[in-house]
């Protein structure tokens, strides 16, 4: 097989122009004998000034040689084609820049000189009128990437990209270039063997590489007069210059591109394009876009343009956003501290006056709960408060759920049955049965330790307390999406409940453990079916009724979270929709008086800007990161990243340290930052559009294990006893 190569990367200004057959690029001075022997190569042509007359000489003798010696027998010859004497082809890069760039072509309009402008694809969007000017007005445009990346230092998936984008970019403009600078780089003295392999890549792919013969080094701003004399050439030869009309302030470029093209004028210089003074065809080097290729760009700069306005706006807001969510974790943990202060007076208080020890109802609601109810049913009747009944209300099971409690054959234990009619009939039936004023309302799934009872009603001894939230667990947190949850319900839920407490507008008791008096209830109704998060619609009414809701953090209950990320999106998905539901319940408590009113200007502000707009914007930020690792300072943005990680990682620590956990799950936060919160983000954008759409959800029975008491192992009996 015999090649042709065409062109190479020699000395100062270009590379290879591939063949449509089969391209080889020939790049600095590589070993020409083994390119030779292992291309067959039989025609050389050289493009390019070489540094001195010897150093070509030179070249064309080896060449000479090693066609003599070819074993072959191969006739090798050599072409040299540089730069017409008087003749300057001015490059600019790193625009196109609104300000600098119109400066620079009405200078050169001015002199009636062209040039080539590279440019980059990202700005290309931001300014493609400045792209059509550039061309309209008879120069040459060329690409230097697309977001200024080192070409010779990214992988080769991201090259792929900022050369696809950038033509994309060009295309819509009306335009594509074959013509290549890559970014950092200089005169063909500076190729290191690095760039070589990438150069003959790209040189593979269809680009000119253009280099330069002199760099002005404006970017520097060493003054006008040492930006000149570095672009003057010597004596009558030609040149590619190399100068800048982005990229920073170029008030001294643009003074001495008017200076220089008066200078050389006056020596009988011209002005081309680099295609012009290389004596390219005038299609070689610069296309027009058309059909596919120039929709697919006006697509790119159409996305850009709606792009870049939500950019901005996030960029507005990113800030303060940013600030807001450093300053909520701040004020949450300053006021669980002092939670945690007000704990401990009360627990002193207890200690001198004794505790309160009235009969409880416990009602358990049962829908198809037979996996765990022996479990719930068992570490409830261990408890150590004495006075205590027991009422589990199956809703209609079709699973045996009754029938097993009823085999526990319990003293304390009450069965009643009824028609499946949902969570809320069944706890205001199992309300109506019980036979005392103080109820602890449990979820069918949930394990008590022998102290929970007891502590849970504690605050209920200040009559103004209408309900009491528990402390939840997850129990079965041994796999990592279990981690992730018990991650989340320590310093999420746990620490949000102190600051609720200490501001007086608890917005949810968990439906696992909740203690009411039955005045509470009455006085709201009982249980509103209204919505499908019961739980937090009941305490928003009983906060709006002129009742207090506490925190007790010591009271705990170990509930089975969900084990498969489908299970983890049904069940969070019904919680955000019917977090939702309530807050437009009860939206009037936001211009009520007393209570009402501190509920509602306290709780609801603080529900709707953290738990529904903040983590809607969130994964669009999360986007724009995504976005800087990959093609912007991915040290800052990685700073930023570790910065907040480790506030994140601060605020955490501190939680588990309130609930006396220990610190070993929390190597698994950084992962539940990048993948957990993106699924939950998700959910909440998925809740915000269904009930923008008015779409109407149906209860969602998760499927069980019975793992709620697996994290008693080892800290309490009850665990063990409940699955003898």
């Given at each position: 097989?015999t ?15 591939p063949t449509?057959?089969d391209?080889v ?5 590589p ?6 022997t292992?291309h067959?190569?039989t025609?050389?042509n050289l493009?390019g000034?070489?540094p001195?007359?010897?150093a ?23 072409q040299?084609r540089s730069?017409?004497?008087r ?6 890069e790193?625009?196109p820049?609104p300000?600098?760039?119109?400066a ?7 002199h009636?000189?062209h040039?080539t402008?590279?440019?980059?694809g990202a700005?290309?969007l931001?300014h493609?009128d400045?792209?059509?000017r550039?061309?309209r007005?008879?120069?040459e445009?060329?690409?230097?990437s697309f977001?200024h990346?080192?070409l010779t230092?990214?992988p ?5 990209t ?10 819509g403009?009306g335009a ?6 890559p ?7 500076a190729?290191s063997?690095v760039?070589?392999v990438?150069?003959r890549e790209?040189?593979?792919q269809?680009y000119?590489?253009?280099l ?8 520097t ?14 004596g009558?030869?030609g040149?590619?210059?190399?100068m800048?009309d ?5 008030a ?5 591109v008017?200076?220089l093209l008066?200078s050389l004028?006056a020596?009988?210089?011209h002005?081309?394009t680099?295609?012009q ?8 080097a610069t296309r ?6 120039r929709?697919r760009?006006q ?7 709606i792009s870049h306005?939500i ?6 807001l990113l800030?303060p ?6 300053v909520?974790?701040l ?11 007000n ?11 004794g505790e309160?020890?009235?009969?409880v ?6 829908y198809?709960?037979?996996?765990g109810?022996?479990d ?8 150590d ?6 009422i ?5 099971s ?15 234990v009450i069965?009643?049955?009824?028609d499946?009619q949902?969570k ?9 049965v ?5 109820l602890?309302l449990v ?6 330790e ?8 504690q605050?209920l001894a ?12 997850v ?6 999406l279990?981690?992730?949850?018990h991650?989340?319900y ?7 409940r ?5 501001l ?9 453990i909740?203690?009411?008096h039955?005045?509470?209830l ?7 079916d209204d919505?499908?998060?019961e ?13 207090r809701v506490v925190?007790?953090e010591d009271?705990?209950?170990w509930?089975?979270?969900p ?6 999106w049904?069940q ?12 437009w319940?009860h939206r009037?408590?936001?211009v009520e008086h ?5 509920f509602?200007r306290?709780?609801?502000?603080y529900l ?7 983590p ?5 930020v ?5 976005y800087?690792?990959?093609?912007a300072?991915?040290g ?15 605020s955490t ?5 309130l609930?006396a956990?220990?610190l070993?799950?929390l ?9 957990y919160r993106?699924?939950?983000y998700?959910?909440?954008i ?7 759409l008015?779409s109407?959800l149906?209860w969602?029975k998760?499927?069980?294990?019975g793992s ?8 309490s009996t009850v665990?063990?006893a409940g699955?003898?």
């Amino acid at each position: 097989m015999t090649l042709e190569l065409k062109a190479g990367l020699l000395f100062h200004t270009f590379a290879a122009v591939p063949t449509v057959d089969d391209p080889v690029p020939f790049f600095g001075l590589p070993s020409i004998r083994a390119l030779l022997t292992e291309h067959r190569l039989t025609h050389f042509n050289l493009i390019g000034r070489p540094p001195d007359g010897r150093a070509f000489a030179a070249w064309h003798n080896a060449i000479q040689r090693i066609a003599a010696e070819q074993p072959l027998g191969i006739p090798v010859t050599g072409q040299a084609r540089s730069m017409p004497d008087r003749t300057i082809a001015l490059t600019f890069e790193d625009g196109p820049d609104p300000r600098w760039t119109p400066a620079i072509l009405d200078v050169l309009r001015r002199h009636g000189a062209h040039a080539t402008f590279f440019v980059v694809g990202a700005r290309v969007l931001e300014h493609p009128d400045l792209v059509r000017r550039i061309r309209r007005e008879g120069h040459e445009v060329g690409v230097h990437s697309f977001t200024h990346s080192d070409l010779t230092a990214v992988p080769d998936w991201r090259r792929r990209t900022e050369l696809a984008l950038s033509q994309s970019a060009l295309a819509g403009t009306g335009a594509t270039s074959s013509l290549l600078r890559p970014p950092y780089s200089s005169t063909p003295d500076a190729v290191s063997g690095v760039d070589q392999v990438v150069y003959r890549e790209l040189a593979e792919q269809g680009y000119l590489i253009v280099l330069s013969d002199l760099n002005s080094l404006d970017w520097t701003r060493p003054g006008v007069d040492a930006i000149v004399q570095a672009a003057t050439p010597a004596g009558t030869g030609g040149a590619v210059v190399l100068m800048h009309d982005g990229g920073g302030d170029r008030a001294q470029t643009v003074a001495a591109v008017d200076r220089l093209l008066s200078s050389l004028d006056a020596r009988g210089y011209h002005f081309v394009t680099v295609s012009q003074g290389l004596r390219l065809p005038a299609d070689a080097a610069t296309r027009p876009s058309g059909g596919v290729t120039r929709l697919r760009g006006q697509a790119l700069l159409t996305a850009y343009t709606i792009s870049h306005g939500i950019t901005w706006a996030l960029s507005v807001l990113l800030v303060p956003l940013t600030a807001l969510t450093l300053v909520r974790t701040l004020i949450v943990v300053a006021i669980a501290r002092r939670h945690r202060r007000n704990t401990r007076r009360q627990r002193r208080r207890l200690r001198h006056s004794g505790e309160i020890a009235p009969p409880v109802s416990v009602i358990v609601p049962a829908y198809n709960e037979a996996v765990g109810i022996t479990d719930t049913v068992l570490s409830l009747v261990a408890s150590d408060h004495e006075d205590l009944e027991v009422i589990v209300v199956d809703d209609g099971s079709t699973d045996g759920t009754a029938g097993i409690v009823e085999a526990l054959d319990l003293p304390e234990v009450i069965v009643v049955r009824q028609d499946n009619q949902g969570k809320p009939a069944a706890l205001n039936h199992g309300i109506a049965v019980a036979s005392h004023d103080v109820l602890v309302l449990v979820d069918g799934d949930t394990v008590f330790e022998p102290d929970t009872v007891r502590k849970v009603i504690q605050p209920l001894a200040d009559p103004a307390v209408g309900a009491v939230a528990g402390n939840t667990k997850v129990g079965n947190r041994r796999r990592l999406l279990g981690r992730w949850q018990h991650i989340e319900y320590v310093q999420g839920f746990n620490l949000d409940r102190r600051m609720f407490d200490v501001l007086e507008c608890m917005p949810t008791v968990p439906g696992a453990i909740g203690a009411f008096h039955r005045d509470a209830l009455e006085s709201v109704g009982g249980v509103s079916d209204d919505t499908l998060a019961e739980d937090t619609d009941l305490t928003m009414a009983l906060c709006r009724a002129g009742w207090r809701v506490v925190y007790a953090e010591d009271a705990r209950a170990w509930t089975e979270a969900p084990s498969s990320l489908s299970a983890l999106w049904r069940q969070r998905y019904r919680w955000c929709y019917g977090t939702m539901q309530a807050m437009w319940k009860h939206r009037h408590a936001l211009v009520e008086h007393g209570a009402a009113g501190r509920f509602g200007r306290r709780g609801l502000p603080y529900l709707l800007m953290f738990q529904v707009l903040l983590p809607m914007l969130a994964p669009a930020v999360d986007l724009m990161a995504v976005y800087g690792l990959l093609f912007a300072d991915r040290g800052l943005v990685l700073a930023f990243y570790l910065g907040f990680l480790g506030i994140q990682l601060a605020s955490t620590a501190y939680a588990f340290r309130l609930d006396a956990e220990p610190l070993g799950p929390l190597w698994a936060l950084p992962f539940q930052q990048i993948v957990y919160r993106q699924v939950m983000y998700l959910v909440i954008i998925q809740s915000v559009v269904s009930a923008l759409l008015g779409s109407r959800l149906r209860w969602h029975k998760l499927a069980r294990a019975g793992s709620a008491g697996l994290a008693l192992d080892g800290r309490s009996t009850v665990g063990s006893a409940g699955r003898m």
